[in-house]
């Protein structure tokens, strides 16, 4: 495709997405200003529309893009796109610069997607076995219960009221014990490493109490992934009547319950650490999301971030801030690495 049509798809493209309305020859030549004859103009989008980029609209003469033009639009956005300073600068002021709770971290980061794009936005959490050990904290509450924490080098990885009869000098033993001789090493090794020993291997008195309550206090599916979503309606307002809108958003939610099969779809087409991906409307292969567009940027430890929004969004805005979100929360888990690390 040269130069000119790859213009005025883009221009075609731009056009619907702003006003939802169809594509004349006349709109892109008063509109966008192209040095050409109109006669010209129909027979670029001619050539457009015999290679499946643009269709005819039933209501009217004009055209207006398929899966395929979006496709080539986002491709070409990918290189373009740039949050506006305002938008920038609002995000530094809703992370600010103190240490949060992952959990809470994740839910912001869901909530200014959605805030921003004005579409859902939906965060899914690291895998907690390729995060790192960090520490473990142990505290006597009662004659036969403590508290435990134990935190990743991304944060808390579990937060548990425990029984147990031991007292706090046996706890702190423990917790020292952990402490040196695990920090660093990851979670999922450990988990593997305790499900592979037996009690009567642990000859010393305070490893095996060590290694019993670490089976008691880590989660036993440390490879299985949260996820946070905002904005659904949002989403629901902007693709469907009202009508629509109850049958449609009984499927969306029916499909955000099954969170595994959701999380499927967004490890579609998954993409490297740090890009960004799109998946359009028919390309989907989960058809509940056959009506939306995905986009979704991998910001580390196996976790994923993004958008989904109408097939007809204002993808420069939505990948802008996908994209823009997606390194702030990359920059905040690499300082709480290395803060752990110190």
Not at 148 to 167: D, H, Q, W
Request: hydrophobic share 40%; with cysteine; charged share 20%.
């Amino acid at each position: 495709m040269d130069a000119r049509k790859r213009l005025i798809l883009k221009e075609i493209v731009d056009h619907y997405i702003r006003t939802g309305k169809a594509v004349s020859s006349q709109t892109i030549l008063e509109k966008y200003g192209l040095s050409v004859s109109s006669a010209t103009i129909r027979n670029e989008m001619k050539y457009l529309e015999k290679h499946g980029y643009i269709t005819k609209a039933w209501s009217s003469s004009g055209r207006i893009p398929t899966a395929k033009g979006y496709r080539f639009f986002v491709d070409w956005l990918l290189e373009l796109s740039e949050l506006a300073r305002k938008e920038q600068h609002a995000i530094l002021e809703a992370y600010g610069f103190q240490r949060q709770r992952l959990d809470e971290l994740l839910k912001q980061t869901a909530f200014l997607l959605a805030s921003l794009t004005g579409h859902l936005g939906f965060v899914l959490a690291p895998r907690l076995d390729q995060t790192e050990f960090e520490s473990i904290t142990l505290v006597k509450l009662a004659s036969d219960h403590a508290l435990a924490v134990i935190i990743s080098n991304l944060g808390i990885v579990e937060s548990r009221v425990i029984p147990t009869t031991l007292p706090q000098e046996q706890l702190d033993k423990i917790a020292n014990l952990l402490n040196r001789t695990l920090r660093g090493q990851r979670l999922g090794l450990i988990c593997e490493q305790l499900q592979a020993s037996s009690p009567e291997g642990w000859a010393d008195p305070v490893t095996q109490d060590a290694c019993l309550m670490l089976q008691q206090l880590l989660p036993p599916h440390v490879s299985t992934q949260q996820l946070y979503t905002e904005g659904l309606l949002h989403l629901l307002k902007t693709v469907f009547t009202w009508d629509e809108a109850i049958e449609e958003a009984r499927k969306l939610l029916m499909l955000l319950e099954d969170e595994h099969r959701f999380i499927q779809a967004i490890h579609q087409g998954r993409p490297a650490s740090g890009q960004l991906t799109t998946v359009i409307g028919e390309e989907h292969t989960v058809r509940e999301l056959r009506p939306y567009s995905l986009i979704s940027l991998h910001y580390g430890y196996d976790g994923v971030l993004g958008v989904l929004g109408p097939v007809r969004m204002d993808y420069s805005k939505a990948v802008s801030t996908t994209q823009y979100i997606g390194n702030r929360l990359r920059a905040i888990l690499t300082v709480s690495r290395a803060t752990a690390q110190r």
